[in-house]
């Protein structure tokens, strides 16, 4: 399984961006998805998450401004990000658990500043 992610670049504060997670198989398949975010000398953290059963949990921070969705049809999940602040900027990472079996993306990088 692979994943791919895209739709990161840089934004100026208040704008929007939506990150996208494309796997190379269904992702029917995946307990959860995630994203996750690695801000530059500081630990990766989990951003938001969802489940087979769209169960979702985000991050204090993000709440209220960032929205994960998955499309099974697509094989795709998503990361729509408003409201963006410079606190934001990061490298994002999606991640997908298949029982005990964790696949990751490569990072996709947001820059928020003005």
């Known amino acids: 399984v692979q994943l791919q992610a895209s739709g990161g670049g840089l934004v100026q504060p208040g704008g929007s961006l939506r990150l996208s997670c494309a796997a190379s198989?269904?992702?029917?398949?995946?307990?959860?998805m995630g994203w996750y975010r690695q801000a530059p000398g500081k630990e990766r953290e989990l951003v938001a998450s969802?489940?087979?059963?769209?169960?979702?949990n985000y991050a204090d921070s993000v709440r209220g401004r960032f929205t994960i969705t998955r499309d099974n049809a697509k094989n795709t999940m998503y990361l729509q990000m408003n409201s963006l602040r410079p606190e934001d900027t990061a490298v994002y990472y999606c991640?997908?658990?298949?029982?005990?079996?964790?696949?990751w993306g490569q990072g996709t990088e947001v820059t928020v500043s003005s």
């Open positions: 991640d997908a658990q298949e029982r005990l079996v964790t696949y």
């Open positions: 198989g269904s992702i029917s398949r995946f307990n959860i």
């Open positions: 969802i489940t087979s059963a769209d169960n979702i």
